[in-house]
């Protein structure tokens, strides 16, 4: 059954596999009359696009997106914007070797089962490519939050044991100023250290990316089943290669005890502590949303691995090709649009609980 | 907006506050002719209601369902199932008090913002109470999936700094075992010990819950948003006090390398490890679901607090009334209903995967 | 698959079967800190319930309805709307002898072929006494959007073949002068003696209910599929009984020329004619929406008839019980409560066209 | 608020404006493994496409669909099926005058004022153009559904005074053997020299559709809301220029007695008559689908009328351009496809009634 949409009223659908013509998607509900500036949605997508620095993959592909419909003179008529990506590497035949195999910990198994066909080239509709439509619809978002002065501050927490433990706010500028977007520069060496040492391994290595949300209104999220965090959380482990989720104090709060957890309000509503991280029952409470956000290591490994093929019997599968020895500073933008596309979504839902 | 359902095909939409007549819930798109055991759905409640133990909050409520419509002669019709859970003590005049104040970390304040009015007698909407309801549709979904052999196991898995740390199925026989939920009974043992211990400190303290599910099909999950962990992701935040959520590996991934991480096949399709905790592309794959759950300490504390009123003026808040010290072992079955709602509205998701 | 729920903001989900418990509903999305009149709400309960007048079935049901939550204080809270009318001859047997027997044009056959299951008390889930429950809906959408201005003006159009044939907005106090509801006193006396003639004969007639909306303003509906006057005649088809609906022009536009039919502007941006009946491309335009509904005779007749039981065989149904021999002036109330429903729903929903 | 989607498993989410780069959509919940007949696609397109014969619009549009997802060797995967139409006479000019004016019975004046601001060009996104994209869809759905022996036949019931009055079922080729599409040699003859004389006078005529659809399973339809004629209406009103819809019986039921009315049952479960026109509470019975849509003469005229601008001031709008004097023929393929994707999505609905 269909699950390619997500939202209620900022409403974003995506389609395509990752070696077919094009990927793309449908954003329907978007708020008419407000000038997009479409240069800086294209600059969103080339901070997820593969060969950007010498720590991604190198695989080619431009990502240019081209807008179809929705805008018109340069500003969003209410219309819902069609947009498509071109696949430039769709005819590559690297991956015909796995058209009977599956690989561990990919999705090749479980598509397989589940639909009984499956576009084997690249990962098909599994291929973390579909997250590059997700950063359009994020762009737009942010551009729309940002003219409400919400602003977004997403970077690399943790890559393997190597931690930043921040909940900070800090700009776009500091963020992109190494390869692994991490604002502490010299944790930012150490990391891009261990990735091109995991590399050569043909090994991958796990990480977390950290997400703070400034000035974000009181009042969105939608009890009791849509709170806020919740859809934040859905919205984070969507994304592939995510295994968790928490919001502010986290998992942290299971050893901490109530009088030491409990935010105290100062006078004017705004709180001395924000274990709460910026949500109190489902809703926003003023405070800055923070979340951190688990990658598990790329499963593509330049190794060789022991496998099973649709026969069941027992194959290995040669370590080739351009992978990513760690996603998540590709990751970055791809969690900061989730993110946006969530809060957007909220606030628009908001505009419809009075009369 | 609308925020009280939850689910696409098997839907809960639930209503009430914790003073009110009556809290309850309609389940729509029931599978029909299924036999039910009301009485079982009785007994999951029961181990969520209070007063159930020492341990636990003493408030009085017998929380006894009451079916409305949807069942026939002992059978589901697939009309909806309307139900009810009077509150007994809903004349309560405990919360006068708190009618100008917001609580600490409580959601006094954000329903307040958000919606200009609040009920705030014992949190009114906000009130964990409201849980009750889908202990109700939990329970019958999980009378369905048993019928196709599908088995939960949750448990607690932490509290404090006292951690289980287990991945195992444990039968119902085990966990019931003792007060806290934990199947280890020399971990048991000290956990409740030290809930005794911060409640008489009138302090509280948080805790972690792991959920297994053994038998499960695979092909549940509808990528690329409606991933099953997602949406488990989604229902688990959505119960109140959890602050984060993590499936198979979890955050223990982010230090892992990919050649550890990597669930290698076996020829017959099961993994040899299970780091994805079941679950590879959003999609269930045959293997043991699990997932553990964050709760924060419990924001009610019997102690003095300073806080603010409506005015914005600074007050103390007098630590009184009957309240848990830790919510884990009483949102074991909570934790449990919300894995059944899911996987039970993926099963059907599922059955439209073919003409 | 769940079918019971209506609204995508403001969301109505019904239950409750004929002769069960009772019968109710969830409203949610409502908006909040809005004071509503109870009594009201009564009301229009009183003008769909069994037993008015003399024209109608004399069942014995007092339809009184029980609010269980959403609502503090006489005001809204934002929270869900829960409520649940009693039914009180629910322990009847008058039905026992219909538990292997398909009524000609009711429903017993595609429930029962649907559901493998059925509860044959009085129709059960198909029974119009579902409809109660949305006219609780109904009347609290009412009393917002009169806040707001809008108003309704429902009534009979057409019994048999005695047609009233307007579109004008006529008072509630002329409407409800007398039993049928149609402002024409002379037709309504014609009406009236048809239904009493018809209702010896132990037949039924059919009928139309026109529906006009004053005070709409310009901009509800969300094309392309959500249009405005589309979720209108949906609403509508969505009641017992109906088998046509038309907006404006309706039908008779088969027959007309664009010159004839172009409803040409005033300078106001008024239109001189009413052909589109409040409603271009989808959205309104401010003009007075109104649409036509068509109802078919009740299928309960108190002669006998033919018809086959759960075995294949031929049976006699024996004509017997209370019922109406014209539905349409008790439909009236109901219309009208689809309609503030729907108008009630696309109004929130068009609050977040703009950021 | 977003309004461009449709169903709710089987879903369609169409995209693009009149004279915008493509229009196009994203096919979600698309049943897996099945082989499609590209060319059947475009064949359906073809029926609906402008210049097709000399009574139709002469405007020049190939109506190319390029598919860019979702297909697999021909089959479908399960994935979101994406698909563009590109615009090919997208840089006309000839809309240049409409800028600032408001045609009379069309969108302009409702999107202007609903969302600030409209593409002016050849109606943007309110242009019937957008239903190509429906065929698609509905091309897809027809052909799941003919697998399953499913079957539609949808033809010209009426132009202007013109009348066929048939619930039968006719084949394609006796359907597409003239111009207009009514199964009716010498009907269609004078209605295609009714629609020759009306274009003559720079005039438009209404006109209205009759769908039949055999050998539909018992079962479809989810009561009380999602009843299958309320959806097939909604699907309907959906479509451009429609203004009513009728099942079965329809509007004539008004004058009808029950007596008369009831489909009386043969003893295998079908019935004597079909006055509910296949559906009976809400659920296909098994009986022939039949429903008859009503079209409104189309808006834009060849002869000179009065309007008003965007300022408020008189103007005359001139008749010129190309377009249909009568919508109906080239609506038979859109009706169909509506029908078709209406009857898929509640196919698939029907398949979680049970576990």
Chains 1, 2, 3, 4 share one sequence.
Not at 178 to 199: K, S, Y
Request: net charge neutral; proline share 3%; hydrophobic share 40%.
């Amino acid at each position: 059954m269909a699950g390619s949409s997500i939202g209620t009223i900022f409403k974003l659908c995506t389609f395509g596999e990752s070696h077919g013509i094009a990927i793309g998607g449908v954003i329907d509900g978007v708020p008419a009359n407000f000038e997009l500036d479409l240069e800086a949605i294209q600059k969103e997508l080339d901070k997820r696009k593969p060969g950007q620095s010498a720590i991604v993959t190198q695989r080619k592909e431009s990502d240019t997106v081209q807008f179809l419909s929705g805008i018109f003179e340069g500003k969003t008529t209410g219309a819902p914007i069609g947009f498509i990506i071109p696949n430039e590497n769709q005819k590559s035949t690297d991956y015909k070797h796995l058209e009977h195999t599956f690989r561990p910990s990919h999705a090749d198994f479980t598509y397989q089962k589940k639909f009984g066909i499956r576009d084997f080239n690249g990962g098909g509709r599994s291929s973390a490519r579909e997250t590059a439509s997700r950063v359009v619809a994020g762009a737009i978002a942010k551009q729309m939050l940002a003219s409400l002065g919400i602003r977004f501050s997403t970077y690399v927490d943790q890559i393997g044991g190597i931690r930043f433990q921040s909940t900070e706010f800090f700009d776009q500028e500091l963020i992109e100023s190494n390869l692994v977007r991490c604002p502490d520069a010299q944790l930012a060496a150490e990391m891009e250290n261990l990735v091109r040492e995991i590399r050569k391994e043909g090994d991958t290595i796990g990480g977390a990316i950290r997400c703070v949300i400034e000035n974000v209104p009181i009042g969105l999220g939608e009890p009791v089943f849509d709170k806020l965090h919740a859809e934040l959380g859905k919205a984070m482990l969507s994304i592939n290669a995510v295994k968790g989720f928490e919001i502010g104090s986290g998992f942290s709060a299971i050893t901490m005890r109530g009088s030491e957890h409990n935010d105290l309000f100062k006078t004017d509503g705004t709180t001395k502590t924000n274990h709460s991280g910026g949500i109190q029952g489902g809703i926003s409470n003023g405070m800055p949303i923070n979340f951190r956000v688990a990658f598990k290591p790329v499963a593509t490994l330049m190794q060789d691995q022991l496998s099973i093929n649709t026969m069941g019997e027992e194959v290995t599968i040669a370590g080739k090709g351009r992978h990513d020895a760690c996603v998540v500073p590709r990751a970055v933008p791809i969690v900061e649009a989730m993110a946006a596309i969530t809060i957007l979504d909220f606030y628009l839902r908001n505009k419809s609980i009075h009369l």
